[in-house]
């Protein structure tokens, strides 16, 4: 996924984090040099659709513009990193 808008120095990839975690769900978050944050989840369908919504709305800080989301195949993550 890619979030694109003002996503970088709101604490998106550490929120996301918190989110994650709460959410049972793997994967990870980063920052991209081209402004975008890019994340990876894995975890139940439901649990993975409600990381997807906090993500088009972000924190408090944040002003999403758009969120890219491609399904992939699951490659086993444990647990949740910000990268």
Known sequence: MLVS???QGVFFRD???RE???AGVA???RN???GRV???FEGE????DRLVAWCR???PSALVSAVEVVSEEPTGDAGFRVL
């Open 38 to 40: 890019e994340a990876v």
């Open 5 to 7: 808008g003002r996503v």
């Open 32 to 34: 991209r040099s081209d």
């Open 15 to 17: 929120e996301c984090r």
């Open 20 to 22: 994650a975690a709460a």
């Open 27 to 29: 994967g990870w978050v």
């Open 57 to 59: 709305r972000g924190p």
């Open 45 to 48: 369908p439901d649990a993975v």
